[in-house]
């Protein structure tokens, strides 16, 4: 039985490995988010690695692109996970939701303003993380929490430009993160508050 945990754990070097690969991606969206032209060079600065470290783990820049939209697709579940969609009334569960994207701004500016990113095959994709989104959203219609002249469809397009502009307000105006999201959070009720 101990032989067998041993075996299950990751070795040392495979946990080194991980941490490495794992420091070049959050290097290189760091990175690509002030600079969208930045070598894999800048990259491996950023990461404290060498050049050559970066090429043995994505030897190509689209390798690296493909990591980084992985990465963001599993902020993206997690942060849902965190919000607890299911639980709770609608506009409360949009809310948890909304301040839980909020907290994953770096990476989901940086996919939404890289045409290479958002062209990303696996952002194509539905996600368990878009279905609790949308079925949210139906659930909150059905419960008269939600304008239901706004479709869900439009409501998560509307959703997504909200915390763009917020990030974008952030990085750009000068304002606190938190003025940011409070911002968002009183459009995104303005918006799919029902009619009076």
Not at 159 to 167: E, N, P, S, V
Not at 173 to 189: E, I, K, N, P
Request: glycine letters at 6%.
């Amino acid at each position: 039985m101990h032989m067998a945990q041993k075996q299950a754990e990751p070795s040392t070097e495979s946990r080194a490995r991980a941490r490495t690969r794992n420091a070049i991606i959050d290097a290189a969206i760091a990175t690509l988010r002030e600079n969208p032209a930045a070598s894999l060079g800048d990259v491996a600065a950023a990461a404290g690695v060498g050049r050559t470290t970066v090429h043995r783990y994505f030897p190509e820049r689209a390798d690296l692109l493909n990591a980084i939209g992985a990465r963001v697709l599993e902020q993206i579940q997690l942060a849902t996970e965190r919000a607890r969609p299911h639980d709770g009334p609608a506009p409360a569960a949009l809310d948890r939701l909304c301040q839980e994207y909020f907290e994953v701004g770096d990476g989901l500016s940086l996919m939404f303003e890289n045409p290479q990113l958002i062209a990303w095959e696996g952002w194509q994709e539905e996600t368990p993380a878009d279905r609790a989104l949308l079925d949210l959203l139906r659930r909150g219609r059905r419960a008269g929490a939600f304008d239901p002249e706004m479709s869900p469809e439009w409501i998560v397009q509307a959703l997504w430009a909200l915390l763009f502009a917020a990030w974008s307000h952030a990085r750009e105006d000068g304002v606190t993160r938190h003025t940011a999201l409070t911002m968002c959070l009183r459009s995104l009720h303005k918006m799919v508050a029902t009619a009076p």
